[in-house]
């Protein structure tokens, strides 16, 4: 059937804050299926209350509602707009959950709106746990035997029939919250209480657990003729018995027969169009025994889930984009496939390349928290790394990670005591792939740690490849020695260059120089759909060490920015969304844009974003050799967070321009002995501090400043291990635990302001003139992270002349470092007195918050400031706020049952949320002053 | 320092127009020949090595892992390796699958076939893919460009080559249980098991005749219905099984074609065959059903193609069912009004989408009525 004109205009639904278990994949689909609608002419409406995402950006949707995801905000959107029909299936649970309450009060038939790409009914079956079980057995497939429990005693009987080890999976929830694996009846009744308590319908399964059985995910397209393809097959490497969020998967399928493989294909296909008649994505998981390949159906999600971001790039089959024209009414074979353009979109993408998709952990952020991974996800964000083989890709993925690793072991990070590692194997926790490679190399037997992990042996047997490779290796002492086929050999692995040098004991200068007199260098192939069967043009590379280079570098001028690596707290979307801007700026202003990313999840690796994508670690070897080839005009370095800014150095020393503010000027803004002496040569007030190699050193300086202190390792993102001491003797024991676990690094220690209220500026600087974007006020005092509290746009308790004096000293700030481009500047406020507690010469996290706010195109104008393309005086800047913006911090601590979910000095939130009122009145603010206040009595 | 670095052994990969790729040998030591071609499944590649349409043809697979699996014996779609020799990235001794029975390295060693791994596959299929398919030669044994050159040159052209009597069994069999509803006489061209066994599974009991019996003896069976199998080879070069097609026509009796045996049909309405660019090859391919209006994805292996423009002058005669969405190819006709009936593609399958499946169900509900009809 072709496209439905009666449709003209569409609302998506966004999913809201970024938590555990629903992240910025959701603003990818939002944003692709909204160009996507709009590529047919469709106005669409968008509501989402997440200002970090691009979704909700002028350049993605015709009407952005930057409102809570309530009934209320839908009925007012129905009430100012004319919606045609309303398109759930992009923003997660959340949105769906939202559509759903709507059409139980009756709000789309009221408004004459049709929900499209979604049949209701079939979400309630999947999500109806007895139902669904009920439904996959009437069509002869398997699920494990089960019981659904609405009481305690139920819950019992259930347990006692079944037998242990057994899963409990409440009802209605998110990410297998308040689910979890009891493997002995002790641990049965606290788990079951849980359980019940986390489900909103007081509803649990108690399942069977298959532990170790192999599990595989699906992602299935439908349209309105019931034609199904499959767009991707993932393999979990950690088999069942890890949410699928927290397991390390791989695609294509590693380990499947094509005979396995099709009864799983025809069940999947089954049971997508058992379950009502929807057009749109689908994923179903499935569990297969070893023993004898019999296949167990696990869930089935019939939207677009979290895993559709993961497929979109792992075969570069965009998926949300075409969700979104088969729910408009076109059929797959009506539409092209967007990366040949030649072919149909109706067919089955073929890889030509392993990608193994490795979660992204921060536990260190949340101490107490159990770090053991079961059914409940708890990765805050993840990296994708292709390769040519299974084991390119593994260490590429771990050198995305950005965890100070240099790939998969030989990096001085391992494990060398046999009995610890065992000891540790036998609970699954987040390090579980490193450490089976340290006991693989300490001689463990590859059987033992099957046996303890119920990985999959072919995965094993992999690794210990490495193992061998790695003897072999010690036959030579130094680089020169080593033969050319053996490095490649070792390249073809994924090793670094790093780990090669770790290994010898060499610097890995010496086997850069070596392997660059052998010619040794990456290749770049193209990720295209279809294994290069048909001619594509899409952009999207990959490095690897074969042999032709299908990367050919234009002979327009080029700016590559670089993206911030996988989310965690405190980097996270909003830096997807600086990033975006930037590229579409650098197009603007005639350059080639290039984009270096490893995040999935990511917009701005979306393959129609920039002219060019690199998905690659953010890991300096790697961008080192796209630097070569591409001989940019410059990288930017000022949109990707920390991450990105962290590369400033390397990018400098090899010669190559870093667009906007110098290498120089960051530096001085990063290095707290170069940033305080130029706060006291500009006569800028700033805390007290000093920092300390040792704990004598520490208490030094606390002597110096006077107590309660800020004690933090130098060089960490989101407050990580930050405290505020008030006395020598926690000062000593922090300080000591900060050694322990980073024995390296340093300790900044800084006079803690009492009582003192917080704010920021972020601005823009073109070496001509100082704009400021915006001011934001803390409502939790000092002592509270930044991005845990809740902040006011503009100010609203700063006097006139706080704010002047802010302003007079973030612009002396700029001018004497020679910012080009962005700033955010930090603030205590305290006795009337200003003080500057840090600059970052860079977009920051607030920077989208400011720009959605106030509704002018701030990441745009900043990057043609930094590339001198344009000036400030360029832009006619007009703010559009009434009243005022306030950023809500979102947390994830349900997934943390055990944490400390008290605030302080390290940030914990996951995502943020914008709510507007008009004036201070408003109880929602009064209500959050008065509970802020409190911090100050404890 | 001790002994120095052993390189895997070597093998060498020369194509026709002169390029030249380095790899190491797996299989056994050796050299073979034939012509190139690439598969893009992401499994099911025993079935593969052993569907006799590849015969005589140097494989491809994109798919970056081979092995990891294993081999086991009920995964065949023929007796033995069919493939002239095997091309790969990374293949895989150590295989992980309780129910295999042995590695693919054992499995190419009982097999002889000799291959090359740790090729650049994806420039070799850049390669074809631009230049189109020519032959190649694999060797691990000789390494000398301009010998290799020679056996490259004594390679015959697939273009009017005949091959189909070299892979079909050499004396007919009979399969099924003889009580079954339906006698289907089969033209083996080099058939993989699984079409026979989708057809047995339906209650048809099948005799198996060599490619070139002469019709009159397949006639005298007496079948309620007949199949043309899949194959290697060009099909124009088979003057005798379009002669034998023509013959069985003219019972008017239910006919249904698979791969070879729908361009054989092709010939046989004199609507010639046409060697492809570089074929289709895989389990990912789209077909839209033009009388149903439905999709579906299938399993291909063809290197020659049924042309459409004769096919369009012919439609008072012959239907086009089915059509590929990536490039409007021929991918099913039907005699109008007549129970006879042909897919370019495999609804059979092994390896691939299930799909297409009820092709099979179609020939039955013909035989059905034809024999209701009869009586």
């Given at each position: 059937m072709p496209r439905d004109h009666t449709i003209k205009s569409v609302l998506i639904i966004g999913s809201g804050p970024i938590v555990i278990g629903q992240a910025c994949e959701f603003d990818y689909s939002g944003s692709q299926a909204s160009r996507s609608l709009r590529e047919e002419g469709i106005e669409v409406s968008l509501i989402n209350s997440n200002p970090a995402t691009i979704m909700t950006d002028p350049v993605t949707a015709d009407h952005v509602y930057l409102w809570p995801l309530t009934v209320e905000s839908l009925v007012k959107i129905l009430e100012e707009q004319k919606i045609d029909a309303v398109l759930p299936t992009m923003g997660g649970q959340t949105a769906l959950n939202l559509a759903v309450e709507a059409e139980k009060q009756g709000i789309w038939a009221k408004y004459g709106v049709r929900m499209i790409g979604v049949d209701i009914d079939a979400i309630e079956l999947a999500e109806n746990r007895e139902k669904f079980r009920n439904h996959v057995k009437q069509l002869g497939m398997s699920v494990p035997p089960s019981y659904i429990a609405n009481s305690f005693l139920e819950g019992k009987n259930a347990a006692q029939k079944i037998g242990f080890p057994l899963v409990i999976r409440p009802s209605f929830t998110l990410g297998g919250t308040g689910g979890g694996f009891v493997m002995k009846e002790e641990e049965f009744d606290e788990a079951l209480r849980r359980g019940l308590d986390a489900s909103p319908s007081h509803e649990v399964l108690v399942e069977k657990a298959v532990l170790g059985w192999k599990e595989f995910e699906l992602e299935l397209l439908r349209d309105l003729n019931d034609s199904v393809a499959i767009i991707c097959t993932v393999e979990n490497m950690d088999p069942m018995g890890i949410h699928t969020g927290d397991s390390i998967t791989v695609a294509?399928?590693?380990?499947?027969?094509d005979t396995a493989f099709q009864k799983m294909r025809t069940d999947a296909i089954t049971l997508m169009r058992s379950m009502g008649n929807f057009a749109g994505g689908c994923n179903v998981q499935f569990a297969l025994n070893p023993e004898n390949e019999e296949l167990i159906v696990v869930e089935i999600n019939p939207r677009v889930s979290r895993s559709s971001a993961l497929a979109s790039k792992a075969t570069g089959y965009p998926i949300a984009k075409i969700a979104a024209k088969l729910a408009i009414g076109y059929n797959l074979d009506e539409l092209k496939n967007q990366i040949t353009k030649t072919t149909s979109a109706y067919f089955e993408p073929t890889l030509d390349y392993v990608i193994v998709k490795m979660p992204r952990w921060d536990f260190e952020k949340f101490p107490g928290a159990d770090h053991k991974l079961g059914l409940q996800m708890k990765s805050v964000g993840e990296v994708m790394a292709i390769g040519r083989s299974f084991l390119e890709a593994l260490q590429k993925a771990c050198q995305s990670q950005e965890n100070r690793r240099m790939g998969l072991g030989a990096d001085k990070k391992e494990w060398i005591q046999t009995q610890d590692i065992l000891k540790r194997l036998e609970t699954a926790f987040d390090d579980r792939v490193y450490r089976v490679k340290d006991a693989l190399r300490l001689g463990v037997p590859e059987k033992t740690i099957h046996k303890l992990t119920l990985i999959d042996p072919w995965f094993i047997k992999q690794i210990k490849s490495l193992v061998r490779i790695e003897d072999e290796l010690m036959r030579y002492n130094v680089a020169e020695d080593i033969p050319a086929p053996f490095l490649r050999e070792m390249k073809e692995l994924g090793y670094s260059d790093g780990q090669i040098a770790w290994l010898l004991r060499i610097h890995e200068r010496e086997v850069y120089r070596h392997r660059m007199k052998l010619g040794i260098r990456r290749t770049y192939k193209m990720v295209d759909t279809c294994a290069a069967e048909f001619e594509a043009r899409t952009p999207y590379f990959y490095s690897t060490f074969d042999r032709e280079n299908e990367s050919v570098p234009s002979d327009k001028k080029k700016i590559i920015v670089l993206g911030s690596g996988p989310n965690r707290i405190g980097q996270g979307i909003e830096f997807d969304y600086c990033c975006v801007h930037g590229l579409i700026a650098i197009k603007e202003a005639g350059y080639e844009s290039i984009m270096v990313n490893c995040n999935p999840e990511t917009v701005s690796t979306d393959f129609d974003i920039a002219d060019k994508l690199y998905f690659e670690p953010v890991y300096w070897e790697h961008l080192k050799e796209i630097l070569d080839l591409e001989k940019p005009e410059g990288v930017i370095v000022q949109l990707g967070g920390q991450t990105a800014l962290k590369l400033a150095e390397d990018i400098h020393r090899e010669g190559i321009r870093i667009i906007g503010t110098s290498f120089n000027s960051m530096d001085i803004a990063e290095d707290r002995g170069r940033f305080s002496d130029l706060l006291k040569e500009l006569e800028i007030p700033y805390p007290e501090y000093g920092t300390a190699r040792d704990a004598d050193e520490a208490l030094a300086v606390a002597k110096r400043t006077g107590y309660p202190v800020l004690v933090r390792p130098s060089y960490v993102l989101g407050g990580q291990k930050m405290r505020i001491v008030i006395n020598d003797d926690e000062l000593e024991h922090h300080v000591l635990t900060i050694f322990k676990h980073m024995p390296e690094n340093k300790v900044l220690i800084d006079q803690f302001l009492e009582r003192a209220k917080e704010a920021e500026i972020d601005a823009i600087f073109d070496g001509e003139d100082f704009h400021i974007m915006g001011v934001m006020e803390h409502v939790e005092p000092a002592g509270i992270h930044s991005g845990d509290s809740h902040a006011l746009l503009p100010p609203y308790s700063l006097t006139e002349e706080e704010i002047r004096t802010m302003a007079f000293y973030a612009e002396k700030i700029a001018r004497s470092l020679e910012i080009c481009g962005l700033i955010n500047i930090q603030f205590a406020i305290k006795d009337h007195q200003v003080y500057v507690i840090e600059a970052n010469p860079r977009a920051s996290r607030t920077t989208p918050f400011i720009a959605k706010a106030y509704q002018v195109p701030y990441l745009n104008i900043a990057t043609h400031v930094m590339m001198g393309t344009k000036k400030l005086r360029d832009f006619n800047i007009l703010k559009n706020l009434q009243g005022y913006a306030i950023k809500v911090p979102v947390f994830s601590f349900e997934k943390f049952p055990h944490v400390d979910k008290q605030l302080g000095p390290e940030m914990k939130s996951t995502g943020e949320a914008i709510y507007y009122i008009k004036d201070l009145k408003d109880p929602y603010f009064r209500k959050l002053v008065s509970e802020a206040s409190m911090y100050l009595t404890r | 320092m001790s002994e120095a670095y052993q390189s895997p052994a070597p093998a060498v990969l020369l194509l026709q127009d002169g390029k030249v790729f380095h790899g190491e040998a797996i299989g056994v030591k050796g050299t073979a020949s034939g012509e190139l071609c690439f598969n893009t499944g992401m499994t099911g590649y025993q079935e593969i090595f052993t569907d006799p349409s590849y015969y005589g043809q140097l494989l491809i697979a994109t798919n970056v892992h081979i092995g990891n699996y294993g081999t086991k014996?009920?995964?065949?779609?023929?007796?033995?390796?069919?493939?002239a020799g095997f091309i790969c990235k990374n293949f895989t001794t150590d295989f992980s699958r309780l129910q295999a029975e042995s590695s693919i390295q054992d499995y190419f060693v009982r097999e002889k076939l000799v291959g090359i791994q740790q090729v650049d596959t994806r420039e070799l299929v850049r390669h074809i893919r631009n230049k189109g398919a020519m032959n190649a030669v694999i060797s691990s044994e000789i390494f000398d460009l301009g010998r290799l050159q020679e056996i490259l040159g004594k390679t015959p052209n697939m273009d009017g080559l005949e091959l189909a009597s070299r892979v079909s069994t050499k004396e007919e069999y009979f399969l099924g249980d003889?009580?079954?509803s339906y006698k289907i006489a089969v033209l083996d061209f080099g058939t993989k098991r699984n079409i026979l066994l989708n057809l047995v599974n339906r209650d048809c009991y099948l005799r198996i005749f060599p490619a070139e019996t002469p019709a009159e003896k397949i006639l005298a069976?007496?079948?309620d219905g007949y199949f043309l199998s899949n194959g290697p080879g060009d099909p124009a070069a088979m003057d005798y099984a379009i002669e034998s097609t023509r013959a069985i026509l003219k019972t008017g009796k239910p006919l249904f074609g698979i791969c070879l045996g729908h361009q054989i049909l092709a010939l046989a309405l004199n609507v010639p065959t046409f060697k492809m660019h570089h074929g289709h090859r895989g389990i990912n391919h789209p077909v839209k059903n033009l009388v149903s209006g439905k999709c579906e994805i299938t399993s291909q292996n063809h290197g020659f193609c049924v042309d459409p423009e004769t096919l369009l002058q012919k439609t008072d005669l012959i239907e086009i069912t089915h059509v590929n969405l990536n490039d409007d190819t021929v991918e099913g006709i039907r005699l109008k009004g007549r129970p006879a009936f042909s897919v370019q593609y495999h609804p059979e399958a092994s390896p691939g989408p299930h799909d297409a499946h009820y092709l099979f169900d179609q020939f039955i509900d013909e035989l059905a009525d034809y024999k209701m009809n009869k009586s």
């Open positions: 294509p399928a590693m380990t499947l027969s | 014996a009920t995964e065949t779609e023929s007796s033995s390796v069919k493939i003889s009580s079954a069976w007496g079948a």
